[in-house]
């Protein structure tokens, strides 16, 4: 993604640097990867602080405050080695990083620098954004030096290709992780692969790789601009907005590569849709919380990055916007695959275990999403016309609807209609909604007056109502009137 352009001189330092930065990135592999986490986070914490001391020479600010950051840090990471603490060994998985970065940037800024004010966050923010463009111009002049005396034009292709593997592929990993635990098929074919093209454990070997390139290059980014302690101001930082932008061919590499494993998943979704045995060890309870929540989550980042591309890719050559237009397209037609295939998997729950507000809205926002989609396809091909436009009318209505509908009674309406069918109803679940739900009990006593827990149900809710006070004018309310009264006229034996 293009942005404000960083110039950078690379040194025969700065490589040793990055050396020394990837051997953090190894350690931080071994010491957090490989099991619970004990001493490991002492041992990390001493070999990066020694880093941190032998690169800015022991010249440090603000050292009241650090030598107390720097007592938190160990004392914490201590803890991993003395105590066993589940609730704070998860939490401070998350606070110590925070504080290790914190504690760099306030030991670097001026003495001057008021460091309990809001201005400090906003300063934490700037560092990361600047340690990521460091990291963006330092591959750039490392690329440009490299293909100096290459063609300038396949040089910038094939630059331009490598910058789209290298946000495509995590996002592809992301992605088929979700589908593998979103569908059995899908995984058990995914899992045949390596064993004839990678070796044992490559995807295993892939993630701790790219974990340890993520950390590397994090802390070299973060390192060399806390170094420079202010960095330079350019004219075009006023005019960033202007010049953010996807580059096509990038776009098209991250496209092919999501399309493709869509391809692969949709393939195996239309041999369920059409084949009775798909399911084989499964119930259609446990097929569909398998896969249900993943594929809304990868559908939501097929939305981001639709949308983005969309927004930030500026490419007027007729065959690279025709090449675009079909990988959207594609794109959304198989996020259509899958949407069809979530809803249905929830179905299938709902048949199993009954109707919820959950399962209910969760329908709805699927139902808003391929009117979305849909919209977004035809955007795709007729430029003209306005998303954001669209998506605030539509979120307007569709926000509208959930409230004009009485989704509590169409909750109750379902269940007592599964009920019919099949005998089996939670009678607690409709006792846990309002007024909707008791009254949705009530028709269910009138059904089956010996419904297990049914009667002492509505006992309870008999007293509790009689023990209210009388309710003022301000509360009045329809459907409770309704609900109450036939309460009080129940006859429970």
């Keep these: 993604m293009g942005g404000v352009v960083m110039k950078v001189n690379i040194t025969k330092n700065d490589w040793l640097f990055l050396l020394a930065c990837i051997g953090l990135g190894v350690l931080a592999e071994v010491s957090f990867l490989h099991g619970r986490i004990g001493l490991s986070y002492l041992v990390f914490i001493s070999v990066f602080y020694l880093v941190v001391f032998l690169r800015f020479r022991l010249s440090f600010n603000h050292r009241r405050i650090g030598l107390l950051f720097m007592a938190v840090i160990w004392i914490l990471s201590g803890s991993y080695l003395f105590y066993d603490n589940h609730l704070f060994h998860n939490l401070n998985l998350l606070l110590i990083p925070v504080l290790i970065f914190s504690h760099i940037v306030l030991m670097t800024s ?89 070796p044992p454990n490559f995807l295993e070997g892939l993630l701790r790789f790219l974990f340890v390139l993520f950390v590397s290059f994090s802390l070299f980014g973060v390192f060399q601009v806390l170094k420079r302690r202010q960095m330079p101001h350019h004219p075009a930082n006023k005019r960033t907005k202007k010049v953010i932008h996807w580059n096509s061919i990038t776009a098209i590499t991250i496209l092919m590569m999501m399309n493709v494993v869509y391809l692969l998943f949709a393939v195996i979704q239309f041999r369920y849709f059409f084949n009775n045995g798909l399911m084989e060890g499964f119930t259609y309870a446990s097929y569909a919380r398998r896969g249900f929540f993943e594929l809304i989550l990868v559908m939501i980042i097929n939305w981001t990055i639709l949308i983005s591309f969309l927004k930030y890719v500026r490419d007027r050559r007729r065959g690279i916007k ?105 009678v607690y679940y409709l006792d846990s909604l309002s007024y909707s739900g008791w009254n949705g009990l009530i028709q269910l006593y009138e059904m089956e007056e ?34 109450t009264k036939k309460l009080e006229e129940l006859d429970l034996r």
């Design 110 to 198: 001026p003495n001057t620098f008021k460091w309990n004010t809001p201005r400090f966050i906003n300063l934490l923010m700037t560092k990361l954004r600047e340690g990521r463009q460091y990291v963006a111009a330092f591959a750039n002049a490392s690329f440009n030096g490299l293909f100096k005396n290459a063609n300038k034009k396949t040089a910038q292709t094939l630059k331009r290709v490598l910058f789209g593997l290298a946000i495509g592929i995590p996002i592809v990993v992301l992605i088929t992780c979700l589908l593998m635990a979103a569908d059995t098929i899908f995984q058990d074919v995914i899992l045949r692969i390596p064993a004839f093209l990678f």
């Design 450 to 483: 010996d419904y297990p827990a049914l009667q002492q149900i509505l006992k309870e809710r008999q007293e509790w109502h009689a023990d209210q006070p009388n309710a003022k004018w301000q509360s009045i309310n329809f459907a409770k009137q309704k609900v």
């Design 322 to 426: 025709l090449t675009l237009n079909i990988l959207y397209s594609f794109l959304i037609i198989m996020s259509g695959i899958m949407l069809a295939s979530g809803y249905g998997r929830l179905t299938l729950y709902e048949e199993a275990y009954g109707f919820t507000l959950d399962r209910v809205l969760a329908h709805a926002f699927m139902i808003y999403l391929m009117v979305t989609f849909s919209y977004t396809l035809i955007r795709v091909w007729i430029e003209k016309i306005s998303l954001l436009h669209f998506y605030l009318i539509v979120g307007l209505i569709f926000y509208t609807m959930l409230n004009v509908v009485n989704m509590e009674q169409l909750i109750v309406d379902k269940n007592l209609e599964r009920y019919e069918q099949t005998g089996k109803i939670d």
